[in-house]
């Protein structure tokens, strides 16, 4: 169980998808108006991401090598497609301020990659603490964007009023809400300063001669990473180099 | 007309994809070193965004509609745009290859841009017909253009700044997107 307990750490801190490895901005940024949306998105991208890795683990001797990646998409595609109906169906206040973003879990690069890098790999068991691990530490890294968000956007943080607001019909001071931060720019704004504080924190250690942890994350996004599942071609053409 | 005017402007400027419905965040931040680069991305996007519309469009309305699938758009949606990706290389690879050479890099990097799958969505999600659909998809893509090559005009000025050593890399490029957000949030009153 030792290899479990590692493999949940390792998402969640050592190869965090959201500050460490700069995966999955898409929803990241797009869906963190609130801390209750950034654990929604959170979740149904962990169960999405547990049961692939589940499935691809268990098919990973029968998937021929050639399609591996149209076989992923499938998999993945049809448990996006399971969890869009459940939260249509049981929560459906999430499901509306999410919209378009469920179904775009397909694309999501930690998916496809945890299961290129990690589940056509390893064992079930492994595989699946994996997807627990990655998908814990995508949702609190969606969480703590999302609180900073809202606090600063409306002063509350799961909906609950922290900072009383000025009221000057009532002549009554307080806190006065900065709406651009639950606007689009206030997502770049924060994931911005929430990296700043990453990069500080990795230089001190590096100044203090210890080895900066992460230092393998790709800075610049999927495009740029070698990570094959985010760059790679879907069906194999045959005439690669 | 009107209409279509309406839903190209929208989807280019007010609701630009990148900078307000963060589609298309990867190649935006990965591939907006260079201008010559982003504009091949972004040509790129326009090419694929505007055939998979189209493709996706007469699917979903003579395929899944009428046969009661639409629970399935999303994997059928997906696998179409992977294939439609492959095919174009290699028709341009065959047909043109100037052309190919100038796009062809970026067309492998385009599956997993979520503009693409985002697009054929909404055009369910908003009932726009085929050719409703098709301008929507144009708008969007030239708004990426748009976005990615202001962003990389922007970075090859900002790469001889003296920026704070914990701001390097990313988190600057960020606060650049903050800014061009900001000043697309000015065209919310256009339309």
């Given at each position: 169980?030792?290899?479990?307990t590692?493999?949940?750490?390792?998402g969640?801190?050592?190869?965090?998808?959201?500050?460490v490895?700069m995966?999955?901005?898409c929803?990241?940024?797009a869906?963190?108006?609130?801390?209750?949306?950034?654990?929604?998105?959170?979740l149904?991208t962990?169960?999405?991401?547990?049961?692939?890795?589940?499935?691809i683990?268990?098919?990973?001797?029968?998937?021929?090598?050639s399609?591996?990646m149209?076989a992923?998409?499938?998999?993945?595609?049809?448990?996006v497609?399971?969890?869009?109906?459940?939260?249509?169906?049981?929560?459906?206040s999430?499901?509306d301020s999410l919209?378009?973003?469920?179904?775009?879990?397909?694309?999501?690069?930690?998916?496809?990659g945890?299961?290129?890098?990690?589940?056509?790999?390893?064992?079930?068991?492994?595989?699946?603490?994996?997807?627990?691990?990655?998908?814990?530490?995508?949702?609190?890294?969606?969480?703590a964007?999302?609180?900073?968000?809202?606090?600063?956007?409306?002063?509350?943080?799961?909906?609950?009023?922290?900072?009383?607001?000025a009221?000057a019909?009532?002549?009554k001071?307080g806190y006065?809400?900065?709406t651009?931060?639950i606007l689009?720019?206030?997502a770049f704004?924060v994931l911005?300063?929430?990296?700043a504080l990453?990069?500080?924190?990795?230089?001190n250690?590096?100044?203090?001669?210890?080895?900066?942890?992460?230092?393998t994350?790709?800075?610049?996004?999927?495009a740029?990473?070698?990570?094959?599942?985010?760059?790679?071609?879907?069906?194999?053409?045959?005439n690669?180099? | 007309?009107?209409?279509l005017?309406?839903?190209a402007?929208?989807?280019a400027l007010?609701n630009n994809?990148v900078l307000?419905?963060?589609?298309?965040?990867?190649?935006f931040?990965?591939?907006?070193k260079k201008v010559?680069?982003?504009?091949g991305?972004?040509g790129?996007?326009v090419?694929?965004?505007t055939?998979a519309s189209?493709?996706?469009g007469?699917i979903?309305?003579?395929i899944l509609?009428?046969l009661?699938f639409?629970?399935?758009?999303?994997?059928v949606?997906?696998?179409?745009?992977a294939?439609?990706v492959?095919?174009?290389e290699?028709?341009?690879?065959?047909a043109?290859?100037?052309?190919?050479n100038?796009?062809?890099?970026y067309?492998p990097?385009i599956?997993?841009?979520?503009?693409?799958?985002?697009?054929?969505?909404t055009n369910?999600q908003?009932e726009?017909?085929?050719?409703?659909?098709?301008?929507?998809g144009?708008g969007?893509?030239i708004?990426?253009?748009?976005?990615?090559?202001i962003?990389a005009?922007?970075?090859?000025k900002?790469?001889?700044?003296?920026?704070?050593?914990?701001?390097q890399?990313?988190?600057?490029v960020?606060v650049?997107?903050?800014?061009m957000?900001?000043?697309f949030?000015?065209?919310?009153?256009?339309?």
């Open positions: 169980m030792n290899n479990c590692e493999r949940i750490y390792n969640l801190v050592k190869e965090n998808p959201t500050f490895l995966l999955g901005m929803p990241t940024l869906v963190t108006t609130s801390a209750v949306n950034g654990v929604g998105m959170g149904s962990t169960v999405v991401l547990v049961l692939s890795n589940m499935l683990s268990m098919l990973r001797k029968i998937i021929p090598d399609v591996r149209p992923f998409i499938v998999v993945v595609a049809s448990f497609t399971i969890v869009q109906f459940l939260l249509q169906g049981f929560v459906p999430l499901y919209g378009l973003y469920i179904p775009l879990i397909v694309v999501n690069c930690i998916i496809l945890r299961a290129e890098s990690y589940a056509s790999k390893n064992p079930v068991l492994p595989s699946i603490f994996d997807g627990i691990g990655m998908g814990l530490g995508f949702t609190v890294g969606l969480a964007i999302g609180m900073v968000r809202e606090l600063i956007g409306t002063g509350a943080v799961f909906g609950q009023q922290i900072l009383p607001l009221d019909a009532a002549g001071g006065v809400p900065v651009i931060f689009p720019p206030g704004l911005a300063f929430l990296v990453q990069n500080k924190a990795k230089i250690a590096a100044k203090k001669g210890k080895k900066a942890v992460g230092s994350g790709c800075q610049e996004g999927c740029s990473c070698g990570n094959s599942a985010c760059v790679g071609k879907i069906f194999p053409t045959g690669e180099k | 007309m009107k209409e005017l309406i839903i402007i929208g989807s007010v994809v307000s419905q963060f589609l298309g965040i990867c190649p931040l990965g591939v907006s010559d680069t982003a504009a991305m972004g790129a996007v090419f694929v965004i055939i189209f493709v996706t007469l979903y309305k003579f509609s009428p009661g639409e629970y399935l758009q999303t994997i949606f997906i696998l179409i745009i294939a439609l492959q095919f174009v290699m028709f341009l690879k065959k043109m290859p100037p052309l190919y100038a796009l062809g890099v067309l990097l599956t997993t841009n979520c503009a693409v799958l985002g697009v054929a969505l369910v908003k726009y017909n085929i050719l409703q659909g098709v301008i929507y144009i969007t893509s708004g990426f253009l748009i976005a990615i090559v962003m005009g922007i970075r090859e900002i790469e001889y700044n003296d920026i704070s050593e914990s701001f890399g990313t988190p600057i960020l650049t997107a903050t800014l957000a900001i000043a949030c000015g065209f919310s009153g256009l339309i």
